[in-house]
């Protein structure tokens, strides 16, 4: 007589699978369909823009990550921002995972800058798990005037 399957026998759980459809609503919900930031990734961390008068300023969260996991380049005024979340470490045998929410392996933000910036002049701090980038914009060019030299 074929023996019924117990839940243990499955390779996941309906809480695990729970977990997957709240997000995937989450997302639809508050972002719509639009996956610009995780592009085929698994996660990606937020980010927040701020267009001050002579600077931009980006705040990214990235909480579990140090500073030697996260590279931030900038060419042609797009912001890139790389790195990788390593997962904890396993527990022992005797300890089963009840809920899994953290997202961790590598990700990529890419941002183009609405104007012109002096990306010799980029500097960026991590502190408490969140990065800052401060982008120097690029004075705006006004015009000049010219002085006439004399030919006397």
């Known amino acids: 007589m074929p023996s019924i399957p117990s839940p243990r026998d499955f390779p996941f759980s309906v809480q695990d699978i729970r977990s997957e459809f709240d ?4 997302r639809v ?18 980010l ?3 267009n001050e008068p002579n600077r931009y300023r ?8 140090g500073a030697d996991d996260v590279e931030v380049s900038i060419l042609d005024n797009k ?4 790195g990788t979340k390593a997962p904890p470490p396993k527990a022992g045998e005797d300890c089963t995972l009840l ?15 609405p104007g012109a910036v002096r990306e010799e002049d980029v500097a960026a701090s991590f502190r408490n ?11 705006e060019v006004a015009g000049r005037k010219v002085k006439v030299q004399s030919g006397d």
Do not use: M
């Open 29 to 46: 919900w508050h972002v719509g369909l639009n996956t610009a930031p995780l592009d085929g990734q698994d996660w990606a961390p937020c």
């Open 99 to 113: 809920r899994s929410e953290c997202r961790y392996g590598g990700f990529s933000r890419t941002y183009e800058l």
């Open 48 to 50: 927040d823009v701020h």
């Open 58 to 65: 980006v705040r990214v969260e990235i909480p579990g990550i």
């Open 23 to 26: 997000r995937l609503l989450d």
């Open 129 to 139: 798990g969140v990065l800052e980038i401060t982008i120097p914009k690029t004075p």
């Open 79 to 82: 912001l890139n921002i790389k």
